[in-house]
C-alpha cells in the first residue's frame, strides 16, 4: 500500500474514531439534559401550585373531592382552555399538555385535571407522593396512555397549611412525548454537525496527506538524484522535512567530496606513475659505471621528469583551490584584449621556438565581468595548450566580440590537427588528454581548470573543430 493511503487511512481512521464516540456521547446525552431541564421548570411549576391549592385543600373536608369553585379548580378549567400557538425554535406549540394531581396527607387524590380522572385513587405508593410524604423530593416516570412507549413525567411538591402542616401533595406532569421533538431535532443538527464535520476531516486529511506525500517524493526524487551526473537542489521544505533535506543535501555534498577525492587520488597516482618509473629507471643507470655523456642524459631525464611532477601537483592544487570557491567575490571590468597580449607576452618564448605568431582578427572593446588573475589563468592554458599542438610556423587566431546573447566571446583558434569528434566532448576532464606532438601526452589538467574558471564566472566553454585546427570559445558575462 502506498504511503499516501496509509496515511489517509490512519488519519481517517483517528479522526472517524473519535467523531463516533463524541458524537454518541452528544446524541445520547441530549435526551437526558432535556428532561433535567424540564424537571427543573416542572419543580418550580409545582411549588408554584402548591401555593395556589394550599387553602382549597385546608377548606376541604379530609378524603372528600375538591369543588369546582376553588382557586385551583377555576385556573386549571381555565387553562385547558386557553388557545395556543407558540413558534419555539422552528418549532410549533399549539397545545397544553400540563397535568395537576392533587392528593390529601393521606395519598389518595382529591382533584385531577387529566382525563380520565384519578379522583378517589390512592396514590400514596407512587413514588412522587410517597417520598413528599416523608418530606423527601418526589418525582416518578409512568407509562403514557396516549402514548404506547412514551412515558409521563411526575414532579411532586408538598401542599401546607398556614401554620406549615402538611395538607397533601400537588402533582405536575407532563408527557415526554411534548419534548421528543426538540430532543430529535437537537439529535438531527449534531449528526448534521458531525457529517459536516466528518467532511471537512477528510478535505484536511486529503490535503494533509498530498502535501505529505508530495514532500516525502520530492524528498525521493532528491535523494535518487544525487548518485547521478545531473543531482537535483536540495527542495525548499518546512520544518523536519526542510532540516532532511537539508542533511541529505550535506550527506550528498561529503560523499560526493569523497568520491571525487578518491577519483583524484586515483588519477593522479596514474598520472604519477610514468614519471616517477622513469625517475626510478634513470636514478638506477646513473648508479653505474657510465660515460659524461651518459650521465648528463639521464640526469636530465631525471630533470624532466620532476618538473613534469611538479606541474601536475601544482595544476591539481590550483584546480582544488578553485573548485573549493563557491563564488567570485568580487568581479570587476576586464579588458580581454589587453589580457591576451599580456598573456602572449608571457609566452613569447615558446612561441617564439615554435616559429608561432599571434594574429587578431575582432577586437570589440568589450570589457568582461570577473577576476583578472583567474582569468589569465585560463587564457594561458588556452594558449599553451595551443602552442603545444599547432604545426611550427603557423599562426594562432584570437579574437574578442560580442555574441547574440549579449557575452563576451573570446576566442583563439590553432592550425594542428584538430580533436576527434568522440573525443572533443570530453574536453575540460581532469586527466584526459590526448598526445601531441612527439606521442607526447599531457595530463589534461590545465583545460580543467579552463572550464573551472569559466564555470566560476558563470560563463561557457565551447571547443568547436576549425578544419584544420581547433577553436576554443570562452563566453563571460559582460561588465555592466
Given at each position: 500500500?502506498?504511503?499516501?493511503?496509509?496515511?489517509?487511512?490512519?488519519?481517517?481512521?483517528?479522526?472517524?474514531?473519535?467523531?463516533?464516540?463524541?458524537?454518541?456521547?452528544?446524541?445520547?446525552?441530549?435526551?437526558?439534559?432535556?428532561?433535567?431541564?424540564?424537571?427543573?421548570?416542572?419543580?418550580?411549576?409545582?411549588?408554584?401550585?402548591?401555593?395556589?391549592?394550599?387553602?382549597?385543600?385546608?377548606?376541604?373536608?379530609?378524603?372528600?373531592?375538591?369543588?369546582?369553585?376553588?382557586?385551583?379548580?377555576?385556573?386549571?378549567?381555565?387553562?385547558?382552555?386557553?388557545?395556543?400557538?407558540?413558534?419555539?425554535?422552528?418549532?410549533?406549540?399549539?397545545?397544553?399538555?400540563?397535568?395537576?394531581?392533587?392528593?390529601?396527607?393521606?395519598?389518595?387524590?382529591?382533584?385531577?385535571?387529566?382525563?380520565?380522572?384519578?379522583?378517589?385513587?390512592?396514590?400514596?405508593?407512587?413514588?412522587?407522593?410517597a417520598r413528599t410524604l416523608r418530606g423527601e423530593y418526589g418525582a416518578r416516570s409512568s407509562a403514557d396512555p396516549a402514548d404506547p412507549g412514551g412515558s409521563v413525567m411526575y414532579v411532586a411538591a408538598p401542599v401546607r397549611g398556614a401554620d406549615g402542616q402538611l395538607l397533601g401533595v400537588l402533582s405536575v406532569g407532563k408527557p415526554m412525548s411534548t419534548?421528543?421533538?426538540?430532543?430529535?431535532?437537537?439529535?438531527?443538527?449534531?449528526?448534521?454537525?458531525?457529517?459536516?464535520?466528518?467532511?471537512?476531516?477528510?478535505?484536511?486529511?486529503?490535503?494533509?496527506?498530498?502535501?505529505?506525500?508530495?514532500?516525502?517524493?520530492?524528498?525521493?526524487?532528491?535523494?535518487?538524484?544525487?548518485?547521478?551526473?545531473?543531482?537535483?537542489?536540495?527542495?525548499?521544505?518546512?520544518?523536519?522535512?526542510?532540516?532532511?533535506?537539508?542533511?541529505?543535501?550535506?550527506?550528498?555534498?561529503?560523499?560526493?567530496g569523497r568520491d571525487r577525492l578518491e577519483h583524484q587520488v586515483r588519477a593522479l597516482t596514474h598520472e604519477l606513475k610514468s614519471p616517477l618509473s622513469a625517475i626510478r629507471g634513470a636514478a638506477e643507470l646513473l648508479q653505474e659505471d657510465l660515460q659524461a655523456t651518459d650521465r648528463q642524459r639521464f640526469v636530465t631525464q631525471i630533470e624532466d621528469q620532476v618538473a613534469r611532477t611538479q606541474h601536475v601537483v601544482e595544476q591539481m592544487l590550483e584546480l582544488s583551490k578553485l573548485e573549493g570557491l563557491p563564488a567570485l567575490a568580487d568581479p570587476a571590468p576586464v579588458d580581454l584584449v589587453a589580457l591576451t597580449d599580456a598573456v602572449a607576452r608571457q609566452h613569447a618564448a615558446a612561441l617564439q621556438q615554435r616559429g608561432l605568431a599571434l594574429r587578431w582578427g575582432r577586437r570589440d572593446a568589450a570589457p568582461a565581468a570577473g577576476d583578472e588573475v583567474r582569468l589569465a589563468l585560463a587564457l594561458s592554458n588556452v594558449m599553451s595548450n595551443a602552442i603545444?599542438?599547432?604545426?611550427?610556423?603557423?599562426?594562432?587566431?584570437?579574437?574578442?566580440?560580442?555574441?547574440?546573447?549579449?557575452?563576451?566571446?573570446?576566442?583563439?583558434?590553432?592550425?594542428?590537427?584538430?580533436?576527434?569528434?568522440?573525443?572533443?566532448?570530453?574536453?575540460?576532464?581532469?586527466?584526459f588528454a590526448l598526445a601531441g606532438p612527439g606521442d607526447r601526452r599531457g595530463s589534461g589538467l590545465g583545460l580543467a581548470i579552463v572550464a573551472q574558471v569559466v564555470a566560476l564566472h558563470g560563463g561557457h566553454l565551447r571547443f568547436d573543430d576549425a578544419r584544420p585546427g581547433l577553436r576554443v570559445e570562452i563566453a563571460l558575462p559582460r561588465s555592466r
Open positions: 500500500m502506498h504511503l499516501g493511503l496509509r496515511l489517509l487511512f490512519g488519519f481517517l481512521a483517528i479522526t472517524g474514531l473519535a467523531a463516533f464516540f463524541v458524537l454518541r456521547v452528544f446524541v445520547t446525552e441530549v435526551e437526558p439534559s432535556t428532561k433535567q431541564a424540564m424537571e427543573d421548570l416542572m419543580v418550580d411549576t409545582a411549588n408554584l401550585l402548591a401555593e395556589i391549592a394550599g387553602p382549597e385543600l385546608a377548606a376541604a373536608a379530609p378524603g372528600v373531592p375538591l369543588g369546582g369553585d376553588g382557586a385551583l379548580s377555576r385556573a386549571s378549567r381555565a387553562y385547558a382552555q386557553r388557545p395556543v400557538d407558540a413558534s419555539i425554535w422552528a418549532l410549533q406549540k399549539r397545545t397544553l399538555d400540563l397535568r395537576i394531581l392533587l392528593t390529601d396527607a393521606t395519598g389518595r387524590v382529591v382533584f385531577d385535571s387529566g382525563t380520565p380522572s384519578a379522583v378517589g385513587a390512592d396514590h400514596s405508593r407512587w413514588r412522587d407522593v419534548v421528543r421533538p426538540f430532543v430529535e431535532r437537537a439529535q438531527d443538527k449534531i449528526l448534521l454537525a458531525g457529517a459536516l464535520l466528518l467532511g471537512a476531516s477528510l478535505l484536511i486529511g486529503v490535503a494533509v496527506t498530498a502535501w505529505a506525500v508530495r514532500s516525502v517524493r520530492r524528498l525521493q526524487a532528491f535523494a535518487r538524484a544525487a548518485g547521478t551526473d545531473h543531482p537535483l537542489p536540495p527542495p525548499a521544505l518546512a520544518g523536519e522535512l526542510g532540516e532532511l533535506a537539508g542533511a541529505m543535501a550535506q550527506m550528498r555534498e561529503r560523499l560526493a603545444a599542438h599547432a604545426p611550427a610556423g603557423t599562426t594562432l587566431e584570437a579574437a574578442v566580440a560580442i555574441d547574440g546573447a549579449g557575452q563576451v566571446c573570446w576566442s583563439l583558434r590553432d592550425h594542428g590537427p584538430g580533436v576527434p569528434d568522440f573525443a572533443r566532448a570530453r574536453l575540460g576532464e581532469r586527466f
